[in-house]
């Protein structure tokens, strides 16, 4: 077992009810669900900056190719959609 540190907390009654009651039903003691609750929670704001870093990183490479101007006009005929319209392909 890691050596754990004390830690005193404040619950609000409702949490106390709560915590006592997943405690009876998991077998777990309330400080494992407390625990574990907490690892949960920084897991999930670990994924979120994650998820926020990506979403910067794709902001900047739109704002890059915005920058560079508008495509230039070409000789081409077709539009994007008629290459799906070729027999023996799905769009899905």
């Known amino acids: 077992m890691p050596v754990m540190v004390r830690k005193q907390l404040y619950l609000e009654p409702r949490q106390e ?3 006592k009651r ?3 039903k998991t077998g777990k ?3 494992e669900i407390i625990r574990e609750a907490l690892d949960r929670h920084t897991a ?3 994924r979120e900056q994650d998820r926020l870093k990506v979403w ?3 902001k900047d490479f739109i704002r890059q190719w ?3 101007g508008p495509v230039p006009k070409t000789d081409r005929t077709w539009k994007r ?3 799906y319209d ?3 392909l799905s769009r899905h």
């Open 17 to 19: 009810r709560a915590l």
């Open 22 to 24: 997943l405690a009876k």
């Open 29 to 31: 003691t309330e400080a």
């Open 44 to 46: 999930e704001l670990q």
């Open 56 to 58: 910067e990183e794709q």
């Open 66 to 68: 915005i920058a560079k």
């Open 81 to 83: 959609e008629d290459a």
């Open 86 to 88: 070729r027999p023996g």
